[in-house]
């Protein structure tokens, strides 16, 4: 059996997380690691072989999603890590120059679920568990 593919969170609000849990769960056939901050996120990184996934938050204690993501795309093994940032920040300035980086993919908060799901289904491959794009 293959193994799911692996998303991974980073992001410091327990309620934002637990959005992401809901949408996992109603999508299945993902293996979710969650991070609090950019630092436990690197630690991810380094315990796991590969993510097809990197959800991230801008603003964080500890380490910031902006270096985070620098960090992320210096690990070989990684740098194809598509990054899906998920912030209250608007796409202009920082968050429009990290956008226009490759395989990078701009979702402002406040986002309902089902915006969530769409974006994910548009990221995200169809797995056998998980709901073929345009289905809810």
Not at 28 to 46: K, M, T
Not at 54 to 81: E, K
Not at 83 to 100: C, M, N, P, Q, W
Request: avoid cysteine.
């Amino acid at each position: 059996m293959t193994p799911a593919p692996k998303i991974l969170v980073v992001e410091d609000s327990e309620f934002v997380r637990q959005i992401y849990r809901v949408a996992f769960r109603k999508l299945g056939g993902y293996e979710v690691i969650h991070a609090n901050d950019g630092l436990q996120g690197l630690e991810a990184l380094g315990q796991h072989e590969r993510f097809e996934l990197a959800i991230v938050d801008i603003n964080m204690p500890v380490m910031n999603g902006l270096a985070f993501i620098d960090r992320l795309r210096l690990v070989p093994q990684h740098r194809g890590t598509r990054v899906l940032v998920a912030t209250t920040e608007s796409a202009d300035g920082k968050i429009r120059d990290l956008v226009a980086r490759a395989g990078i993919t701009h979702l402002r908060k406040p986002f309902t679920l089902e915006r969530l799901l769409e974006v994910l289904k548009a990221l995200l491959p169809v797995t056998s568990n998980s709901s073929p794009p345009g289905t809810p």
